[in-house]
């Protein structure tokens, strides 16, 4: 914890839409990249009416640019403008908030003017042109902890966003490397990025990444997705981020790693109860 921060208890992404304490659980899904306008709608709007039965705050995510793939030549999305004009569209039809990620500080405005929330990947999470560029924004910026950190030295990379007097900050863990290709998520981590006052998200999806595994591709176990929903859920995160598909298989990109959009409602019903019970045990 950085002495003298300002540390808020929840971070208001837009109008009606809050992360922290005391609020409803923000998720944050959606196909991990955009395919098309009519695909990022279905699932946008499968999403939706999804999240109207349980105490859900719903973000839609897709990238524009995969730019840090496997292979220099898999299929990385529509790229910035065409993208954008996705997520805008989306936006407009649906009223959803709107999550994309970022790789270059001179992205941040163009992406802004769309996106709700700009993230950070891991990779570029010690990026500090492009944090600085990103909370110049004055949007909310989901930073995902880099698989090579140690969960306290995030609060580095929320000063960074925070020097620029933005304090809409969101944390996200996705595993720490355990070899050359394997996760591991560490529950402590969820506590640790927790005493930065910023809310903390967990990715339930690039967290059973195999990174490579696939030869010119990532890999996945996706049958744990689940179990570590209901880890972090016990321990206290603010939100959830995770990548859902119709037909995984099919997906340009991390499809064995994402959720199918057909499970959604069964891991949102088991995570919302569990963090009710959690919540009334430590109000007990």
Do not use: W
């Not at 840090?68 to 990385?76: C, F, K, L, P, Q």
């Amino acid at each position: 914890m950085l002495k003298g921060e300002f540390m808020p208890k929840a971070v208001e992404i837009c109008k009606g839409v809050k992360a922290g304490t005391g609020q409803n659980l923000l998720l944050i899904a959606g196909p991990c990249q955009i395919e098309s306008l009519a695909h990022s709608l279905d699932v946008a709007t499968k999403l939706q009416e999804i999240c109207r039965h349980y105490p859900v705050q719903l973000v839609f995510k897709s990238s524009y640019d995969k730019a840090n793939r496997t292979s220099g030549e898999s299929v990385r999305g529509p790229g910035l403008q065409a993208g954008l004009e996705v997520l805008r569209e989306v936006k407009s039809k649906t009223g959803l908030p709107i999550c994309t990620d970022i790789h270059l500080p001179e992205q941040a405005a163009a992406a802004a003017e769309v996106a709700d929330i700009l993230q950070i990947p891991a990779f570029l999470c010690r990026q500090t042109d492009l944090i600085i560029a990103a909370a110049s924004t004055g949007r909310t910026l989901n930073i995902k902890k880099g698989q090579f950190l140690h969960p306290s030295d995030m609060a580095m990379a929320a000063a960074k966003a925070a020097s620029q007097g933005n304090h809409k900050i969101l944390l996200c863990e996705r595993g720490t490397c355990f070899g050359y290709r394997d996760l591991v998520v560490d529950p402590r981590s969820f506590v640790l990025m927790a005493e930065t006052g910023y809310p903390v998200i967990f990715d339930a999806t690039h967290s059973v990444q195999l990174m490579g595994a696939g030869g010119t591709a990532s890999g996945g176990q996706r049958q744990f997705i689940a179990p570590l929903i209901r880890a972090a859920i016990a321990v206290g995160v603010d939100g959830l981020f995770i990548e859902c598909h119709e037909n995984p298989e099919r997906a340009p990109s991390d499809g064995p790693a994402m959720l199918p959009l057909s499970k959604m409602e069964e891991v949102l019903k088991m995570a919302c109860a569990l963090r009710a019970a959690a919540c009334a045990a430590t109000i007990a």
